[in-house]
């Protein structure tokens, strides 16, 4: 059938980010800030707590973490495959 994004909780994407080296660094209402620290600088996300994310909101937060890290690590994460 193809990909399809799955249903994550906020507490799942920050999870995720973890594996890949990111940790919180604040929070305001309900959001938090993450960031890992390499060579060439800060890389900094910021990803919203709720219960289940909007399919809308996980793309965006997808998209904007693939600056940081390989698309091919991370889709997994995000996609599920129905073969």
């Known amino acids: 059938m193809g990909v399809k994004l799955k249903v994550l909780s906020g507490e799942d994407v920050l999870a995720i ?20 620290m390499m060579i060439e600088g800060a890389e900094t996300l910021v990803v919203p ?20 890290i390989p698309k091919s690590e991370l889709h997994s994460h995000f996609y599920t495959s129905n073969k």
């Open 49 to 68: 707590l709720p219960r289940s994310i909007p399919r809308g909101t996980l793309k965006a937060i997808f998209n904007q973490a693939c600056h940081y």
């Open 17 to 36: 980010f973890e594996r890949f080296g990111f940790f919180v660094v604040s929070q305001k209402g309900d959001h938090v800030k993450l960031r890992r």
